[in-house]
């Protein structure tokens, strides 16, 4: 866990390191190249040591030094495959492409479902099998296996991430034309397309969602790029800047772009931001904030995974600030632990709450339900008075690199104790 006193003076700046949901489909592309993968800005995560241990477990030749990981896919094999640790992840589910380009079958452990609702595999069993494989399941595992058709396919993605960065994994290996319809626009997909691109693989792109891949195979080159920043992270500490900064925190690498309408709403709450140079935001502490509402929606709309962040900025707001969370039915459950620090959140229905302030937060004990929640929790500890607690840590661990000690960079009180 986590123990946090209060900390509103922080100062200096940040920079933020490579994306969690950029990283994890650019590991598993390694699979498809019968060369060495160079990946650098490499976010320090469990969720990387995870995929990491698995291609070991193929036999892959991997080094990984500072935020550099070296990959050599070249010789592989099933003789010593462990799944047991991407069992832990959702995003285990992009292995499916490699494992059935290098080996016609792939079994992949069942994605868990999260506290945050249930997130439909449908687009990916559908597109495995319209493109020719056949699929089973048990308890325990997605099965896939065959040859893949031999004809051009048109499949839709439904502007799921997981689901269009794993079609396009695949299209790649294919020798004909895979059209994805429908497809998700997020920073992350286009990192992957970017990293194919420099494969030499064909990806053309359209404005209605649609993404054409023109597959030649498995890819025999070596390809080095560079893991984008994570423009969640910097909504994170774009957060802790606007209620914990003594005046300011400038965030360095803060994909400003991808936030416009984060930002957007930010803005409408009273906290003041400055473009400054190499895309860095200068983000002050703003004392006096009014309601808001907002609502979730696929990029480039306000992104689901920074509205807990956004949550705790609205425990500080004069009025009644509303959430409609329209991708997940579960994702506003963990409201309940502002409870605990004398927060006034009302879920009023699965999709749909509303928080009223503004609240002096206090001490508690809370728990992370997820990564996003747990990163919530961990900055209300920071303006709540006294010393707080959060515990399952482990969540935060999967997906921000170096959270703590940023955070002891910038001046905040807290430590790891077990």
Same mark, same amino acid.
């Given at each position: ?105 792939? &079994? ?22 319209? #493109? ?58 286009? &990192? ?42 910097? +909504? ?33 709450? +009273? ?35 920074? #509205? ?5 900025? #609205? ?38 709450? *509303? ?61 790891? *104790?077990?």
């Amino acid at each position: 866990m986590f123990q946090i006193k209060q900390s509103r003076h922080l100062s200096w700046g940040i920079t933020i390191g490579g994306s969690k949901n950029a990283a994890l489909p650019l590991i598993a592309a390694s699979l498809l190249l019968e060369g060495t993968t160079i990946l650098t800005n490499i976010p320090n995560i469990l969720d990387v040591h995870d995929f990491i241990h698995f291609l070991e477990s193929l036999g892959c030749d991997i080094r990984f030094k500072w935020d550099t990981l070296t990959i050599d896919a070249s010789v592989v094999s099933l003789d010593n495959i462990d799944t047991s640790k991407i069992a832990r992840t959702r995003a285990g589910i992009y292995f499916i492409a490699g494992l059935l380009a290098r080996f016609w079958k792939a &079994n992949i452990p069942f994605p868990q479902w999260d506290k945050i609702g249930k997130r439909p595999i449908d687009e990916h069993i559908h597109g495995y099998t319209w #493109m020719g494989f056949v699929f089973t399941e048990t308890k325990e595992k997605l099965c896939f296996s065959g040859d893949g058709s031999t004809k051009d396919v048109t499949i839709s993605a439904y502007f799921a991430v997981t689901a269009t960065n794993n079609l396009i994994l695949w299209a790649t290996s294919r020798i004909w034309t895979t059209t994805i319809q429908l497809a998700a626009f997020e920073p992350h997909v286009f &990192n992957l397309i970017d990293f194919l691109r420099e494969a030499r693989v064909q990806i053309d792109i359209r404005y209605d969602h649609t993404i054409i891949v023109h597959g030649k195979g498995v890819p025999k080159v070596s390809v080095e790029q560079e893991i984008i920043s994570d423009y969640l992270q910097s +909504g994170t500490f774009i957060i802790i800047a606007a209620l914990c900064a003594e005046k300011y925190i400038d965030i360095k690498q803060a994909r400003i772009a991808d936030l416009s309408a984060f930002l957007y709403k930010l803005h409408q709450t +009273g906290v003041k931001t400055e473009d400054l140079w190499d895309d860095t935001l200068r983000v002050y502490r703003a004392d006096s904030l009014q309601a808001v509402d907002i609502q979730t929606n696929i990029f480039p709309g306000f992104p689901t995974d920074l #509205m807990p962040l956004f949550s705790v900025l #609205m425990t500080q707001c004069n009025g009644i600030s509303r959430i409609h969370e329209v991708l997940y039915e579960g994702r506003l459950n963990w409201l309940v632990e502002y409870e605990r620090l004398g927060g006034q959140p009302r879920i009023i229905n699965l999709h749909e709450a *509303k928080i009223t302030g503004p609240t002096e937060l206090v001490w508690n004990s809370v728990n992370s339900w997820d990564l996003r929640s747990g990163a919530a929790m961990v900055i209300a500890g920071m303006i709540a008075e006294g010393e707080t607690e959060v515990e399952n840590i482990y969540w935060i661990k999967r997906g921000y690199d170096d959270f703590l000690w940023k955070l002891q960079a910038l001046g905040a009180e807290i430590e790891e *104790k077990d």
